[in-house]
């Protein structure tokens, strides 16, 4: 396996890791013991061909609006046109061009303005640029020794955001996905309330208990699996007409969950659900966590960054009462993914929970000062330097411009919101969002003035991916779409609004686009 480094002459940089050699040279020593070579001007050549096709077809064509943001095709069908097979002999130049190609020509363009499918989307310059200079430097964030410029922008973003959430102190760890900080956030909890279980583990123990919202990410249940709590004790906590914790089912599920003999150790609020973009009641639900001496976690993987926005972060008002925070900076904040942490309010809980003092890695006899080292507060021991490329993209645009670019995402949510109000055939599920997702039914012509009962409400629900099938076959746009059984709703569209490529013209595509698809329903 052979790394190949592309060297961008412009303001883009990419890295292929590809199994090839190119020249007859190289091809004579293939299968004996490996090949050495080094970065010749006929390597240089392919990476500059590499690197212009990379920014001409997979990000400039990729993001217009010329072109297509998926050429979709199903999988018995893409698996004959990509022939991923590999041979016992390497491929030539001219045949790991066209791979590449056909990597792009398949793929979804995410960063397309009419990519709407995702809590993710967009490509920032500067944030891809970090990412192909962490690759090319190819390291492990575990060690100042190894990583020392990455381990110092790792603990500055940190401090950096838990300073944002309003922790006086604090730590974190950048983790990979919210999945995983969601986990990070449980495994502190179940460590605060006996350290014990580190050791000897659960065994004997009483049945521990966690509290979400009925429309939590299901990561709070995979979570609970993977640590052995086991997904019947995550009690779900009903949710009012908006999609937001009701905190007086929380605290009777709680009381209920005492007088049964378990042990309830950790809420897990959530600032923006998947779904609603819901926002829970940080503060009532932090009263009851203070009441009851329990752990709590917010997931704002989503939401997290309303934070930057002076205009909006009265939205997570109770959040700098948490123990723990997931925010995902590849969501709302655009970074590339994966671009996640985990942030807690005390301070030496992550070493003093996670840590196995790893003497092939961490001597405490270094030539520098070793609390820089932060492997022993991460569940991994292979871990990508992920702080680089929100550092870069964060230091290119400053705090100013991204609380722009956080304000005009909300308020094309809310002006989109307006116009679908006013248009025919179009109705809110929520009356009003707390995040930039978008919920609505589009009731097609076919539909409308007709008795809405069970029957009607069941041809509805075909409605959604009827259209969507027709925008992703022919590439037009990609939105999603879901039912809400805690709610009793049927399929419904819910689009993203986070990209900062989004227009006015956007948005009224999307309005234009469902009712072109949806008048043949």
């Not at 050549?45 to 609006?65: H, M, P, W, Y």
């Not at 996905?177 to 179940?190: F, S, V, W």
């Not at 942030?343 to 092939?360: S, T």
């Not at 039914?441 to 409400?457: K, T």
């Amino acid at each position: 396996m052979h790394r190949l480094w592309t060297l961008n002459k412009g303001n883009f940089k990419k890295l292929a890791v590809i199994s090839s050699q190119f020249h007859t040279s190289l091809r004579t020593m293939a299968g004996k013991f490996g090949v050495q070579f080094e970065f010749n001007d006929e390597i240089t050549s392919f990476l500059e061909k590499f690197n212009k096709l990379v920014i001409n077809e997979a990000l400039k064509n990729g993001t217009s609006r010329n072109a297509k943001v998926i050429d979709f095709q199903h999988p018995k069908e893409l698996e004959i046109l990509l022939d991923a097979k590999i041979q016992d002999q390497p491929s030539d130049e001219d045949e790991i061009m066209e791979y590449c190609r056909k990597v792009i020509q398949y793929s979804v363009k995410t960063g397309h303005p009419h990519f709407f499918n995702q809590l993710f989307g967009g490509i920032d310059p500067f944030g891809f640029a970090g990412e192909v200079l962490v690759h090319a430097l190819n390291t492990n964030g575990h060690t100042y020794e190894i990583a020392p410029v990455f381990i110092l922008l790792e603990k500055y973003l940190i401090e950096k955001m838990c300073g944002l959430i309003g922790f006086k102190e604090g730590d974190g760890i950048f983790s990979p996905g919210g999945t995983i900080a969601n986990m990070y956030g449980m495994h502190m909890a179940r460590f605060k309330l006996n350290k014990d279980l580190k050791t000897h583990g659960l065994y004997g123990s009483k049945p521990l208990q966690i509290f979400a919202q009925e429309d939590c990410h299901y990561s709070v249940q995979q979570a609970s699996s993977f640590l052995g709590i086991g997904t019947e004790n995550v009690i779900r906590v009903k949710t009012d007409g908006l999609g937001r914790m009701l905190t007086e089912d929380l605290d009777a599920k709680i009381q209920a969950s005492k007088s049964e003999g378990n042990v309830p150790f950790i809420v897990m609020a959530t600032a923006g659900t998947t779904v609603l973009g819901s926002i829970d009641p940080l503060e009532a639900v932090a009263d009851i966590c203070a009441k009851h001496q329990i752990w709590m976690h917010v997931d704002a993987a989503w939401a997290g960054g309303l934070l930057l926005s002076r205009k909006y972060k009265h939205l997570l008002h109770g959040i700098e009462r948490a123990d723990s925070v997931a925010w995902n900076p590849h969501k709302m904040m655009c970074a590339p993914i994966q671009c996640s942490t985990f942030l807690v309010r005390h301070p030496d809980i992550l070493k003093e929970c996670n840590a196995c003092h790893a003497e092939y890695l961490f001597m405490p006899d270094k030539y520098y000062d070793v609390s820089y080292d932060s492997g022993d507060k991460a569940i991994q021991c292979g871990r990508k330097c992920d702080s680089l490329s929100l550092w870069l993209l964060w230091k290119a645009k400053g705090n100013l411009a991204f609380e722009s670019q956080i304000n005009e995402m909300v308020e094309k949510a809310n002006n989109f919101e307006k116009k679908l109000k006013t248009t025919e055939g179009f109705r809110l599920v929520i009356p009003e969002a707390q995040c930039t997702n978008v919920t609505f039914w589009y009731i097609p012509p076919s539909l409308r003035g007709q008795p809405e009962n069970e029957e009607w409400w069941n041809k509805v629900s075909k409605v959604a991916p009827f259209i969507k099938k027709e925008m992703v076959t022919s590439g037009t746009m990609m939105i999603q779409y879901q039912p809400l059984t805690s709610k009793k709703m049927v399929n419904f569209f819910r689009i993203i609004i986070k990209n900062p490529l989004v227009t006015d013209q956007d948005i009224d595509f999307i309005i234009s686009e469902v009712e072109r698809i949806g008048k043949d329903f």
